[in-house]
């Protein structure tokens, strides 16, 4: 399903949903980082609201527990003026075996407009775009992406480097569980930039050669030159087994503190995704260091990015239904 808009500066978005980065040229992801900059201004202006999705409605649907992308879609939503309605997946059809395709047919009867959708299973948000007449935005499918993330983190980095490419981004931790690190790695990469993976060989996926990447099993050389440390958060609700010998012998090794952090750049940023395993991942002193921790940054620019991807989409869905009519 293709079929873009012109955007300011003659500018196109081309794609009816966003499934992930893996679809997205340079171009593509420069558009909403751009547009994101104007919703960040708007976020912190007096009045917060724009109309964008006026006249729209959206439907949340998280079959995995999440706080803070539910929350930051909701109110990216809502500030754009779409009629927001959150289903709570996790007690409903699960539970009573309705598939993915029922819950698909029952929303085409819904009439949404866009549809955020978080699954446990890889390739389970791609399956439902398939299947509903509206546009779809993964919010984080299993092991598989979870692309909202990876531009947050890309807008976050931009504005605190000055630029987004020819830098040197160390991902450390639970590489081979993350689908946070999957779309980071794919969108730094098609950035043109020098992209580290730091963990034990237990948290790395297999084939990760492929990907473009260094790959480091000791923090202080993975760290060395770093511009941008970007933290992880032990996926153990995904492990089966020993991945990790125990938590404080991974935090001596792994985890982020002042001595390892000063292999890095002096102006080297810290990130994580959240939540955050304090003492385990990151020292809590670093994570609050507001000269270093760009990690309250990370979730303002996920309302702003959130409105831009939603902005973009709605603007193609008007453009295919009026062309349709």
Do not use: W
């Amino acid at each position: 399903k293709q079929g873009g808009t012109a955007l300011e500066g003659g500018m196109t978005f081309p794609h009816a949903h966003l499934l992930g980065i893996e679809p997205l040229s340079p171009v593509d992801i420069t558009a909403i980082l751009d547009l994101a900059e104007d919703y960040v201004t708007l976020n912190r202006s007096a009045t917060k609201h724009g109309d964008a999705l006026a006249g729209l409605t959206q439907i949340n649907m998280f079959f995995e527990n999440s706080t803070r992308t539910q929350a930051s879609f909701e109110l990216a939503g809502k500030r754009l003026g779409a009629d927001v309605m959150n289903m709570a997946m996790q007690a409903s059809s699960l539970k009573k075996g309705e598939t993915l395709i029922d819950t698909a047919l029952t929303l085409n009867a819904m009439h949404p407009d866009l549809l955020v959708v978080r699954h446990p299973h890889s390739g389970a948000v791609d399956l439902l775009a398939q299947k509903v007449r509206c546009a779809v935005l993964n919010a984080g499918d299993g092991r598989h992406e979870h692309p909202t993330q990876a531009l947050l983190d890309a807008l976050t980095i931009r504005r605190a480097k000055g630029r987004l490419h020819r830098l040197t981004v160390a991902i450390c931790g639970d590489i081979a569980h993350s689908r946070v690190a999957r779309s980071n790695i794919l969108l730094l990469g098609r950035m043109e930039n020098r992209v580290r993976l730091i963990g034990p060989p237990t948290l790395m996926p297999a084939g990760i050669d492929a990907f473009g990447v260094e790959v480091y099993d000791d923090m202080r050389s993975g760290l060395e030159g770093a511009d941008v440390v970007m933290m992880l958060r032990l996926q153990k609700e995904r492990m089966d087994g020993g991945f990790i010998p125990s938590e404080r012998e991974y935090y001596h090794r792994y985890g982020l503190d002042a001595e390892k952090l000063a292999h890095a750049k002096p102006d080297a940023i810290v990130m994580h995704p959240g939540p955050m395993n304090r003492g385990v991942e990151i020292d809590g002193e670093i994570a609050d260091d507001i000269n270093r921790s760009v990690i309250q940054d990370q979730v303002e620019m996920g309302v702003a990015v959130r409105m831009a991807a939603m902005d973009l989409l709605a603007r193609n869905l008007r453009a295919r239904r009026a062309a349709a009519a």
